[in-house]
């Protein structure tokens, strides 16, 4: 796995993570997000830093709630005119 200096590899690790709570990986020989930091850290990089970086953004958006346990937010709609005002 070279992520941090192959482009591919850093968006196939990005496509894991944004679809990570949508899509059923419990059959794919994949890492869980949360070792993905101590996976990181066990292996060299070119540039460990970035590498850390990388890793950390992907892990915290797999990580995240999926959109139907947050939050409602609630909107206003928009006024299109003085009648509605009235």
Known sequence: ???PSDVAMAVELFE????WQELDYSGEAVISPVDWLEFAAQHSWDDPRLARRLFRAARDIALRHP????P???TT???TSK???Q
């Not at 894991?16 to 679809?19: F, G, K, L």
């Not at 959109?67 to 947050?70: G, I, M, Q, V």
């Open 72 to 74: 409602s937010v609630v």
């Open 77 to 79: 709609p928009f006024l």
């Open 83 to 85: 009648e509605e005002t």
């Open 67 to 70: 959109a139907d346990t947050r």
């Open 16 to 19: 894991v993570a944004v679809t």
């Open 1 to 3: 796995l070279a992520a």
